[in-house]
């Protein structure tokens, strides 16, 4: 079955850029039909959506964050990447690589990875 696997610094100062990878196994990136979305979750709060990148490589992101962020993809090593520029303390979360069908719900989600914006 698909495996997602998030990875990248637990710890970033403010103003800095965040970057986070996903590692895709037993499944390609390139797969038809599929998104592939960064999901958060700010401590005591609910999951907020971020951006997806689609199996054609098309980018959409947040309206509230699309401008600090950046979608892409190595489709050689079957990875998406996230960049969040200028962080702040309020970017703490635990950052969730999902994937999704078209017309589908989320189904495979990686474990999560802790991200702390502090100085």
């Known amino acids: 079955q698909v495996q997602l696997q998030e990875s990248g610094p637990g710890l970033v100062k403010p103003s800095q850029t965040l970057s986070l990878t996903c590692t895709v196994s037993?499944?390609?990136?390139?797969?038809?039909?599929?998104?592939w979305n960064w999901i958060r979750q700010p401590p005591g709060k609910g999951l907020e959506w971020i951006g997806k990148?689609?199996?054609?490589?098309?980018?959409s992101y947040s309206p509230l964050l699309k401008s600090r962020t950046s979608l892409s993809r190595d489709t050689n090593k079957n990875q998406i990447t996230l960049q969040l520029a200028s962080v702040t303390p309020e970017d703490t979360a635990v950052y969730y690589c999902?994937?999704?069908?078209?017309?589908?719900?989320?189904?495979?989600w990686g474990q999560g990875t802790q991200v702390t914006v502090s100085s």
């Open positions: 990148i689609a199996y054609t490589g098309t980018t």
């Open positions: 999902v994937r999704r069908r078209v017309g589908a719900l989320y189904d495979y």
């Open positions: 037993e499944g390609s990136i390139t797969t038809n039909y599929y998104f």
